[in-house]
């Protein structure tokens, strides 16, 4: 069965601070995906890493996956308040390229001004 | 262009009662994914839909069924409700085909209450 562990599950930072979050699995992925969800809303893709050992960077959020593609790390730097939200990975149950997806318990940020 | 539409966004339920909830996919996507997330589970894939048939199914009770139009919009079902099945119901589209990650556009969910 494959699953991912996200850590830390709560966050709670002050304005201008950097953190990492992480995702990891005993199973390797062909690709992982990063989303947040916003409190009343779905989730919002981020990012989509495909290769092992890529990293892709998406303003102040560098998004890596692992050599082995068995874990990603999200990390933000100087956190803004509107970075607040739910943080999820997430990796294609299978061979990919359908609707299911496994995802992570989920990172809980709240950054405060 | 449209976002995924889920209808209803809240709503209230008894228990032994049954629901219908309805999302429309964007535009040119063919598959719709239906996702149960609670507190204490995270986001649970539920089944997906692809040009009217079922591709993939999670590890839910019969009492879940779904079917998708030949528009692409989907209805999910949950008969005889549980208390235990109080979550926010999440829709997703994705092309389907042609995309190769899989990667979804969710829609803002409808919240089931049971009481």
């Known amino acids: ?107 809980t940020l709240q950054v405060k001004p | 262009k449209a976002g995924v539409t889920q209808t209803p966004r809240y709503l209230i339920k008894t228990r032994g009662q049954q629901v219908t909830l309805s999302c429309s996919p964007i535009s040119g996507h063919r598959s719709v994914s239906w996702y149960q997330q609670t507190p204490g589970q995270g986001l649970q894939f539920l089944f997906e839909y692809f040009s009217e048939t079922q591709r993939n199914k999670g590890n839910f009770p019969g009492r879940f069924s779904g079917r998708q139009f030949s528009n692409s919009r989907s209805e999910m079902n949950v008969s005889t409700l549980e208390l235990g099945d109080s979550a926010l119901y999440l829709c997703a589209s994705s092309k389907g085909q042609g995309a190769p990650y899989g990667e979804l556009f969710f829609g803002e969910g409808s919240r089931l209450t049971v009481l």
């Open chain 1, 1 to 107: 069965t494959q699953l991912l562990e996200q850590s830390p599950q709560f966050l709670s930072i002050q304005e201008g601070e950097n953190l990492t979050v992480y995702c990891n699995s005993s199973s390797v992925f062909s690709s992982l995906q990063w989303y947040r969800q916003e409190p009343g809303e779905g989730p919002v893709l981020l990012v989509t890493v495909v290769t092992g050992g890529e990293v892709k960077k998406l303003k102040r959020l560098t998004f890596q996956f692992g050599d082995a593609r068995k874990d990603s790390s999200l990390h933000i730097t100087a956190a803004q308040p509107g970075d607040t939200g739910l943080y999820l990975c997430a990796g294609p149950s299978g061979s990919g390229n359908t609707g299911k997806l496994i995802f992570g318990q989920g990172t």
